[in-house]
Protein backbone atom coordinates (compact mmCIF):
# COMPACT_ATOMS: atom_id res chain seq x y z
CA UNK A 1 0.00 0.00 0.00
CA UNK A 2 2.75 2.41 0.83
CA UNK A 3 4.78 2.10 -2.56
CA UNK A 4 1.27 3.55 -4.37
CA UNK A 5 1.28 6.56 -1.92
CA UNK A 6 2.11 10.12 -4.26
CA UNK A 7 6.13 10.68 -3.02
CA UNK A 8 7.04 7.74 -2.53
CA UNK A 9 10.11 6.26 -5.00
CA UNK A 10 10.60 2.53 -3.62
CA UNK A 11 9.60 0.05 -1.06
CA UNK A 12 12.10 -3.09 -0.39
CA UNK A 13 10.49 -5.86 2.48
CA UNK A 14 12.15 -8.47 3.39
CA UNK A 15 9.33 -10.19 5.97
CA UNK A 16 11.69 -12.79 7.28
CA UNK A 17 14.94 -10.42 7.99
CA UNK A 18 12.62 -8.17 9.55
CA UNK A 19 13.60 -4.91 7.09
CA UNK A 20 12.78 -2.30 4.75
CA UNK A 21 14.40 0.26 2.99
CA UNK A 22 11.68 2.88 1.60
CA UNK A 23 12.76 5.70 -0.75
CA UNK A 24 10.63 9.04 -0.90
CA UNK A 25 10.90 12.35 -2.35
CA UNK A 26 11.61 14.66 0.17
CA UNK A 27 10.47 17.69 -1.81
CA UNK A 28 6.76 16.27 -2.09
CA UNK A 29 4.48 18.12 -0.33
CA UNK A 30 0.76 16.68 -0.23
CA UNK A 31 -2.80 18.32 -0.97
CA UNK A 32 -2.47 18.84 2.66
CA UNK A 33 1.07 19.81 3.12
CA UNK A 34 2.22 17.18 4.79
CA UNK A 35 6.16 16.06 3.67
CA UNK A 36 7.48 12.26 3.80
CA UNK A 37 9.90 12.14 6.61
CA UNK A 38 10.85 8.79 8.62
CA UNK A 39 8.34 9.35 11.24
CA UNK A 40 5.24 9.76 8.44
CA UNK A 41 6.85 6.34 6.81
CA UNK A 42 6.90 4.39 9.85
CA UNK A 43 3.31 5.51 11.29
CA UNK A 44 2.12 4.66 7.54
CA UNK A 45 3.13 0.86 7.91
CA UNK A 46 2.03 1.21 11.11
CA UNK A 47 -1.48 1.89 9.66
CA UNK A 48 -0.84 -1.17 7.47
CA UNK A 49 -1.00 -3.40 11.02
CA UNK A 50 3.19 -3.93 11.49
CA UNK A 51 4.79 -2.71 13.98
CA UNK A 52 7.83 -0.20 12.70
CA UNK A 53 10.23 1.86 13.93
CA UNK A 54 13.31 3.91 12.10
CA UNK A 55 16.50 1.80 12.66
CA UNK A 56 18.67 4.03 10.64
CA UNK A 57 18.63 7.13 7.98
CA UNK A 58 20.95 6.78 5.20
CA UNK A 59 22.91 9.43 3.25
CA UNK A 60 20.05 9.38 0.47
CA UNK A 61 16.11 9.74 0.73
CA UNK A 62 15.95 6.06 2.00
CA UNK A 63 14.72 4.77 5.65
CA UNK A 64 15.67 1.67 6.96
CA UNK A 65 12.81 0.23 9.19
CA UNK A 66 12.63 -2.71 11.22
CA UNK A 67 9.65 -4.35 10.82
CA UNK A 68 7.54 -6.67 12.35
CA UNK A 69 3.95 -8.49 12.17
Request: hydrophobic residues 40%; negative net charge; aromatic residues 8%.
Amino acid sequence: MLKNQPGIISVQVALLAERGVVEYDEGFVAEDGTRWDSARVAEEIEDCGFDAEVVERGRSQNVELRVYG
